[in-house]
């Protein structure tokens, strides 16, 4: 059975960082992409970050790019989001999601069939 369990998600100040982990279990770990993806209240949900477990590559979202950095270990298999420099609009409940196989495009939320249940992050002063 696939789980994908957030963790590490708060309260910040504007400025502010925080690291956000996914603990995935029930598959074979190193074919995978892993994404975080982030919804905020009245708002679709938006791709963040992925990675591919396979090779490390990883990618993101031209907003987020330079803030936040994903990255994973392999032996706890694992997979970060830090997220550095927060700002108001980073307020969401953020998913982690996997997809086996890898897709070519792992922005894409539609490519995956495995979600966490989510971590509040909320910016604020």
């Known amino acids: 059975q696939v789980q994908l369990v957030e963790s590490g998600g708060g309260w910040k100040e504007p400025g502010g960082s925080l690291r956000l982990s996914c603990a995935v279990s029930g598959f074979t770990f190193d074919y995978y992409a892993t994404g975080w993806f982030r919804q905020a209240p009245g708002k679709e949900r938006e791709a963040v970050s992925c990675?591919?477990?396979?090779?490390?590559?990883?990618y993101y979202s031209d907003s987020m790019k330079g803030r936040f950095t994903i990255s994973r270990d392999n032996t706890k298999k694992i997979v970060y989001l830090e997220m550095n420099s927060l700002k108001f609009e980073d307020t969401a409940v953020y998913y982690c999601a996997a997809a086996d196989p890898a897709p070519l495009n792992c922005l894409m939320r539609e490519e995956y069939d495995y979600w966490g249940q989510g971590t509040q992050v909320t910016v604020s002063s």
């Open positions: 990675i591919n477990t396979s090779d490390g590559s990883t």
